[in-house]
Structures are given as C-alpha cells and as structure tokens.
C-alpha cells in the first residue's frame, strides 16, 4: 500500500524534471553555451599549466566522454571533455598536448563538432575514415621516447586500458593513472563552479512491469558465480544495478538509473549509493527476498581493497568477477592491486548482468507492445497537429514542436519523460544526425519546403520507445529527397522483413540496410540499430546491428528489443531517417511474418529468427516513390499502414480524437503503383 502511494509523487516530479530539460533543449550531454574562443584558450592553457606540474610531467592528457561507470549519457559532473573542447555530442575522446588539442569522434558529429569547438584550436580526428590514425597510433607517432601520457582511471575501463598501456610501453612510454581529475582541476583554476553529483530520489519498479524479482535475479547472477569460481560479482553498470534491484531512479537526465555499484558475494548484497532507502524500497526488497547493506557511494574503493586483503588472508585462492567495461580504477581496487603483494584473480569479461537483462521476459516484452500502442498515439497526434499549424500559415519552431510532442506524451498512462533529448531537425538540420536545437538566440521555424526529421522516445514505466520519422511539410517533396526517402525505407523494410539463423550476430544485418542506398553510391555515417532497455537506457548493449562488430554480442535470440533505423544525410540540405523498434522473434510457416511461408527449412536446427516491429507510426505516403518499389515491399508497407491504423484507429476513436482518426486514416490508405 505503502509502495502505490510513493510511485505517482515520483512519476509526476520526474516527469517535470525530465521535460523541463528536454523543454530547455540541452543535446544528451547537457549542452553547454558556445564560449567565445578567449575562454576555450583559458581552459586549454590551465590544463596544460597542471599537466607540466604533476610529478611526472605529462606530454598528453586523455579526456573521454565517460563517468566512472562507462555511461554513455552522463551527468554534468562529468561533462569534461564537454567543458574542455565545447563539443556537445555525445561520443568523443580529446587529447590535450602542450601544443596540440585533438579530438576523435565518428561521422555522426563531424558537423556538429565543427560549429560547437573552435577549429582554430582543435583539430577533429574523423575516426570513421581509414586514413584517420587512431588514438594510440597518434600518440606513439607523435610523442618522444620516454613520454608520460595521463588519465583519469575512473574514465577508462579495461578493455581500453590494456591495450593502450601495451602499444605505449613497446614505444618506451608509460600510461599514468593520474588521482585527480585534471579537468576538474583546471576548472576550480579557471574559477568555475564543478557541479554536485546527483543523488535524486530511487523507486521501487513493482513486479507487474518487471516480471521477475530481484531475489530471483540475484539467485541466478549467484549460480553463475559458483560456474566462475568467483567470490564476489561486483556491478559498476548503473543500469544494471537498477536491472538487478529492480529500482530506477532519475541521476542522469533520461536514463532512469542512480549513482551506484552493487556487490555481490555469496552471503551477501552490498549497495553503494549516496540516496538513503525508504521503508518503502526496504519493504519492496524484502518482499523480493533482497536484503542488502547499504554503504556511502565513496567508499566503494575503499570497501574492496579491504574485501581483497580479507580474502587474501583466508589462504586460499579467490577470483573477482567485474565487466570489462568497468574502470581501471575499480579493477585494481578489487584485485588488491596496490595493497596486495599477489593481487587476487580477476575474471574480466562481457557482464552476466548485460547478458541477463538482454533477453526480456514475457512481462516486459508485454510492456514494450503496451508502451509503443500510447506512444504511437502521441506521435500521431504531434504529426497531425504540426501538418495543420504549417497548413495554416502558423509558424512553428523545432522547438515548439518538440515541446507540443512531450506535451501529447504526457497524456498517456505510465509515462516518466523522455529517453533522450528530442532531435526535431528541420531542413538543413535534419543532416546533423544528433542534431539539438538551442534556445539560446534565433529559433528555427519549420518551413513549408523542409524536409522535417524528428527522432523521439519516451521512458515509460512498462517500457522505452525510440522512433523517428521524415516529413515533407508540403506534401511534394524534390524527386532527390523522395529517392532518397524511398531507397532509405527500403532498407528499413529489407531488415525488418528478414529472416536469419538465431545466434548470429546483428553486424550481419547492416548490410541489408544500405543495400538500396549502395546501388546509388550513397550511405549513412552511423549503424543501423541498437538494444534498448527496459524503462532503462535507450542504448543498451551488448548487442547491436552495425558496420563495425559488437565485440561482446553474444548472438541474436528470442526476445531482445532493437532499433531499426537506416538514414541519408545530404549536409547542407535534408536529412531523413527511419526508425522503429522491433522484436526478435522465433519463425517457422505458421508464424505471422511476412516471409513466413517461404520457409523451406531452420538452419539446420539452428533456428529462424526474425523481427517483429513495435512501432506504430505511419510513413508518409507522398514521400514514397511507388515506382522504386516492388511488390514485396510495397505490400509490406501497406500491410504496416494497416496495422497502424487497426490498432491506433479505435484508440483515438475512443478517446474522441476524431480528427486525428480521419487524419490517420488518411496516413494509413494502401499505396498502388502508378
């Protein structure tokens, strides 16, 4: 009883904290204001300034987008290489030299990096190019004998570690664990305030969206550990903590997770966290079969160095598991490494937790299908209301209309906010493929002849979405752009229409996806899909469909969640991107696919896999080039217009949505060759 009064206070409060940042359009970095270039220079020149000052001068600092935890999206706190170049994407390491400051970044942001960072002091490093050396590369061929290249550990994991102390030390150079931040450093020179690290209020996620208790969870993470002969499972993933828990919270703008690590033993649950936990989440837990230690956030350094002695101490031989993806500061922590004559085993690999939360249960499969129903009316009706606001004359904004989109969200069960920041691109814009606008100075107006990307998601309590959509405002796009439109869409439909063995990997698929774009010598500079959690990150690995390998992806099965989204980017001009979620599903002939009939076997025992598609949003019509199309695919995508509309249709009829009941009807007619 307790628990149900809790959760509608958080969903209303973090429902506002969320929109009031999406309504402030910061990019999923919280955007900083464009400096002028006497400011970038005073930053550059007090890092250099504490680089030559450590105890072993640096000739490079490594500043990457990281927090301790290899978050993806992060909180302002740890927004370094954000303050230090000016750069605002999401994806990107700076090196800082005493005379260079460079920064790698891939095709998503080359755009984007040369507006925000001052060109006359960084030099963008397109890492997606061939002719583009790598970091490490860079560093050997650029440094002297002898060189000391620093780093924060907390920003580097393991995997990234290794391999770049092994390319330094055969160059007769030393990679440096340095303590304290240098940035952080640099910005307490620079007198600017560092901000707090949040520690928001944690909920309990009830067992009917979950579909699996924590103590379940843990019971299962616990017999893999027996498997590994490991002593303890330490969990430095935020998601995963809140996946294991079943707690989510709201430290990192979009991304329903807190700031925490979780360990796990056999005869115990260690929690570390700087939020205190409520009778409430105590309760849940309890009624979970969880019980667990809560200690200060700081301290988990600390708390496994002494763990290591104490197991050392035993006599016998102890092993520690931890992700490859955790810090280098963690990994020589938990293995006793700078108090420990023989530091203790460590097992690091992909995370049985990123493995576990991988494949979803019925209960949040369930969810994801429920969630993408509401949000599919959300976005039907952003569609409908910016096409008659332009109609009319009316001027609209990339900002109105994403503001007016969270407005529309907001009406629908279970929703928390958004799973990212929303990136309305309209004309030219829609080629920044992370494109966010600014409130800050002139606004742009969505023009009657734009092309209009919009890529969204909303976090619901039952799932996440992630869609995006092209629309031609006037309904008569350029015979270019409806090419383009058409050729992009076929490459959605030729992924999710396909059927392939299950274990295989999703780099596999990408191909399908720029096959009708390759046949006119045009691509897209970034992959075609991703995992996504559960009411967790958008971006949920270890799996994923793109040019470059996953190198954890353990192979596609029954139940993962992923996006579809091939993309043309014309810089300068348009853009356009088609996007849905789908479902891997299991296919034999009786399975409602739409190569299902087809089937002559099952990979030899392997199985078949395919996809089903949750979102539920139509494609404009007037922007698809019928005569580019062949009978499979325009079926496919009538058949798709029609489940969109047999679905959606009744909801806003219901709801007295008339309007916009005829309007989809209208969106939703079968497509015929001319």
Known sequence: MLLKCVLPIFTIANAVVWSRSAAHGDSKHNKLNKEPQKMSVQRLSALRAIMSSQPRPLAAYIIPTCDAHNSEYIAPVDARREWISGFTGSAGTAVVTPSAALL???????????????????????????????????????????????????????DEWNPLQSALTKHNMVLVAVGANLVD???????????????????????????????????????????????????????????????????????P????????TPTAVLLFTANELTAALCLQLAEEHVHLQRFPYDSIEEHLRDMAKELSETG???????????????????????????????????????????????????????????????????????????????????????????????????????????????????????????????????????MFILDSGGQYMDGTTDITRTRHLSRAPTSEQKSAFTRVLQGQIM????????????????????????????????GTGHGVGHFLNVHEGPCGVSWRPYPHDPG?????????????YKVGSFGIRHEDLVETINVTKETEH???AGLQGDFDGRGVLG??????????????????????????????????FDTLGPILKERRLHEEYTWLQGECAPMIRA
Not at 104 to 118: I, L, N, V
Not at 622 to 644: G, P, T, W
Request: aromatic fraction near 8%; charge should be negative; hydrophobic fraction near 40%.
């Open 104 to 158: 790698w970044t891939d095709g998503r942001y080359y755009t984007q990096f040369e507006q925000e960072a001052d060109m006359s002091l960084w030099t963008l490093m397109k890492q997606s190019l061939p002719e583009t050396p790598t970091m490490e590369k860079w560093l050997v061929s650029n440094l002297t004998e002898g060189a000391a290249v620093g780093v924060d550990p907390y920003t580097f994991s393991r």
């Open 257 to 264: 997770v807190f700031f925490s690590y979780l360990i796990i």
């Open 316 to 450: 016998c031989k102890h092993s520690i598991w931890l992700s490859s993806d955790s810090s280098e500061a963690i990994h020589r922590a938990a293995s006793g490494a700078d108090v420990l004559a023989n530091p203790l085993n460590i097992i690091s690999e992909v995370s049985p937790v990123s493995l576990m939360k991988l494949t979803k249960n019925d209960v949040e499969l369930q969810g994801f299908r429920d969630c993408h129903v509401r949000d599919g009316i959300a976005v039907v009706r952003l569609l409908k209301w910016l096409h008659d606001e332009v109609d009319g004359g009316k001027e609209v904004t990339e900002i109105q209309a994403a503001d007016k989109l969270l407005e529309f969200r907001k009406d629908e069960e279970h929703f928390m906010g958004p799973s990212f920041s929303t990136i309305p691109g309209s004309g030219a814009n829609g080629a920044i493929i992370h494109y966010c606008p600014s409130r800050d100075g002139p606004q742009k107006t969505i023009e009657k002849e734009d």
């Open 495 to 526: 992924v999710g229409a396909a059927l392939f063995p299950q274990g295989v990997k999703g780099n596999v698929l990408d191909s399908f996806a720029r096959h009708a774009l390759w046949e006119a010598g045009l691509d897209y500079a970034h």
């Open 556 to 568: 596609l099965k029954p139940g993962q969640v992923l996006s579809n989204e091939p993309g043309y």
């Open 185 to 255: 450093e640099a910005r307490k020179h620079c007198g600017e305030h560092i901000p707090c690290r949040p520690s928001n209020d944690i909920i309990a996620l009830p067992l009917k969206f979950t579909g699996k208790c924590a103590g379940e969870k843990i019971a299962e993470l616990r017999a893999k550990m027996e498997d590994k002969k490991a002593s303890a499972l330490v969990i430095t993933a935020l998601d995963e903590v809140a996946y294991v828990l079943n707690l989510r919270g709201s430290d990192i703008e979009y991304n």
């Open 611 to 644: 996809f089903r598609t949750l979102t539920l949003v139509p494609h404009q019509r007037e922007c698809i080039d019928a005569s580019m199309m062949s009978d499979f695919q325009l079926q496919y995508i009538n058949n798709y217009h029609k489940r969109v």
């Open 594 to 596: 739409p190569r299902a």
